[in-house]
């Protein structure tokens, strides 16, 4: 494998039905790798529906409905520096079918954000018809998982999650 393989990061720009411009997530190989691994497997089989997800190299943890993928081109770019953004804040951004402006929200609650996450990437069985999590105001956001395109948030906000539901299990021990 060439050098440009193992040192550069990955950018995947997404098309996805009803989104007007394109997506851009950037990953590491591995990631890049799992994801076209992920992507050329998908629907053989019974399996039409799923979400991929994954950390970022940007500090966002995101999930990609793969069902409505349209088109993906993999662009690379030297990377520029051995460590990825350890925090990134901002808001988590909602992607939903037939809607052209993205939907915003913000959560104190990121065990549940967490736990959405991991739904998501288990599958419809686990995730079922609908999910979601509480927004900054304990109120509840269910969204029907086949609608939902895309979804990115801090990782640092589901790492956390991760964080609390360990110790609220006695994983931590």
Same mark, same amino acid.
């Given at each position: 494998?060439?050098?440009?393989?193992?040192?550069?990061?990955?950018?995947?720009?997404?098309?996805?039905?009803?989104?007007?411009?394109?997506?851009?997530?950037?990953?590491?190989?591995?990631?890049?790798?799992?994801?076209?691994?992920?992507?050329?497997?998908?629907?053989?089989?019974?399996?039409?529906?799923?979400?991929?997800?994954?950390?970022?190299?940007?500090?966002?943890?995101?999930?990609?409905?793969?069902?409505?993928?349209?088109?993906?081109?993999?662009?690379?770019?030297?990377?520029?520096?051995?460590?990825?953004?350890?925090? *990134?804040? %901002?808001?988590?951004?909602? /992607?939903?079918?037939?809607?052209?402006?993205? =939907? +915003?929200?913000? @959560?104190?609650?990121? $065990?549940?954000?967490?736990?959405?996450?991991?739904?998501?990437?288990?599958?419809?069985?686990?995730?079922?018809?609908?999910?979601?999590?509480?927004? *900054?105001? %304990?109120?509840?956001?269910? /969204?029907?998982?086949?609608?939902?395109?895309? =979804? +990115?948030?801090? @990782?640092?906000?589901? $790492?956390?999650?991760?964080?609390?539901?360990?110790?609220?299990?006695?994983?931590?021990?």
């Amino acid at each position: 494998m060439n050098d440009i393989q193992q040192t550069n990061t990955f950018i995947l720009r997404l098309y996805l039905a009803t989104v007007d411009e394109p997506i851009f997530v950037s990953l590491h190989k591995e990631e890049k790798d799992r994801f076209t691994s992920t992507l050329l497997q998908f629907g053989e089989g019974v399996e039409t529906e799923g979400f991929f997800v994954s950390d970022t190299v940007d500090g966002k943890t995101i999930a990609i409905n793969l069902s409505n993928i349209q088109a993906v081109n993999v662009l690379w770019e030297p990377a520029t520096s051995d460590k990825d953004q350890a925090l *990134s804040d %901002g808001p988590i951004t909602i /992607f939903l079918r037939n809607r052209k402006d993205p =939907m +915003e929200s913000y @959560t104190d609650s990121p $065990d549940e954000l967490h736990e959405f996450f991991s739904s998501l990437d288990l599958g419809p069985d686990v995730s079922g018809f609908f999910a979601g999590f509480l927004n *900054s105001e %304990g109120e509840e956001l269910l /969204f029907n998982t086949k609608e939902l395109l895309f =979804m +990115e948030a801090p @990782t640092c906000v589901v $790492d956390e999650g991760w964080e609390m539901i360990k110790a609220e299990s006695g994983m931590d021990d």
